[in-house]
């Protein structure tokens, strides 16, 4: 059936099983109450597949272990760097700043995807993501949007957190939701795509703020974003765990990369260095997005590098639901953390 060619699809690409296995699977997981069969009512011949609430906690610990294991598997080495960051929070800049003072040039051989895996993105089999990592023969940069907490934290191995303030990441998420490719128009030129209206944006932040969803559920939540930094905030004198903030980055972006090459133990300045720096800027990566960054056919490279700006989200809010948002993070993080993250 169609439904279940789907779902078993997915579980095969994840598990690494056999169709008929999958489909097994599949079948067996409906029989059980952990999915349902959804009818479009509109057309009663399509039917999908739904995970029911006993499906969906299953299918949470299930990605929660297969992760986990990604991390206990993985055989590190010595001066490896794991850029541990929620998402849009600057993940892939200081993925660029560690692979430009690596690798000295800011010609990058390749895009940033092949120089700094995902480890534990689940969209790709761990034998690929391994032996991609296996293979690189530079110091190596890995990342993940996984915190610290739930990672295997190996010695001689640098752990970079990068913060953002929160809201601002909220709504770098809001428009990479929506980052699609701009649609084409006549004999196929790209045609502009406008952005969401500020009430759409407004609307979604709202919710957003108020979002109780739990950390392993939802780690781009609002508890999840603040478990993270929290987690990372405990760990800060850590030799192993180096933080840095977004809005230093944009402040004084050579200070920042002379601080991180100091602590990785790579030298900095000299002849080359304005180039890496300027490699390393928000404005550059945006331009260079399609090699740095390419995300496939049906997205905007360049929209993933939006703007890099601050204070869209606080913009974005009444007086009352800046007031909420600062009561839901004053209950989920420790004042000094959060003094940190709002820092302008």
Request: charged share 25%.
């Amino acid at each position: 059936m169609a439904f279940r060619g789907g779902a078993a699809g997915g579980l095969k690409h994840v598990l690494g099983i056999t169709d008929q296995q999958a489909g097994e699977i599949v079948d067996a997981l409906v029989r059980h109450g952990y999915l349902d069969l959804l009818v479009d009512p509109a057309d009663r011949r399509r039917v999908r597949i739904g995970l029911t609430d006993r499906g969906r906690a299953v299918a949470l610990a299930l990605w929660d272990f297969l992760r986990m294991s990604r991390w206990r598997q993985f055989s590190f080495r010595p001066g490896d760097i794991v850029v541990s960051t929620p998402a849009k929070s600057g993940t892939t800049w200081m993925q660029m700043m560690c692979v430009l003072l690596i690798l000295r040039t800011a010609d990058l051989p390749a895009p940033m995807p092949e120089l700094s895996p995902w480890l534990d993105d689940m969209a790709c089999p761990r034998d690929e993501v391994f032996a991609a990592l296996a293979g690189q023969a530079h110091r190596r940069v890995v990342k993940t949007h996984t915190p610290l907490s739930d990672i295997v934290m190996a010695p001689e191995v640098t752990h970079i957190v990068v913060a953002r303030h929160p809201l601002d990441t909220a709504i770098s998420l809001f428009h990479q939701s929506r980052n699609v490719d701009s649609p084409r128009g006549v004999g196929g030129a790209t045609r502009p795509r406008p952005e969401p209206d500020q009430a759409s944006a407004r609307e979604w932040l709202a919710q957003w703020i108020e979002d109780d969803s739990s950390r392993e559920g939802q780690p781009s939540s609002l508890p999840g974003m603040m478990w993270h930094w929290s987690d990372a905030w405990s760990r800060r004198d850590d030799t192993g765990v180096l933080l840095f903030h977004y809005e230093d980055l944009s402040a004084d972006l050579s200070g920042q990369m002379t601080r991180l090459g100091r602590h990785l133990g790579i030298g900095t300045g000299g002849a080359g260095w304005a180039d890496l720096v300027a490699a390393a800027s928000f404005e550059r990566m945006r331009a260079d997005a399609n090699r740095i960054q390419p995300l496939g056919p049906a997205r905007n490279n360049t929209a993933f590098f939006r703007r890099g700006g601050s204070g869209s989200g606080t913009a974005l809010l009444t007086d009352g639901e800046l007031s909420r948002y600062h009561a839901r993070a004053a209950a989920l993080a420790p004042p000094d953390l959060l003094d940190w993250l709002h820092h302008r």
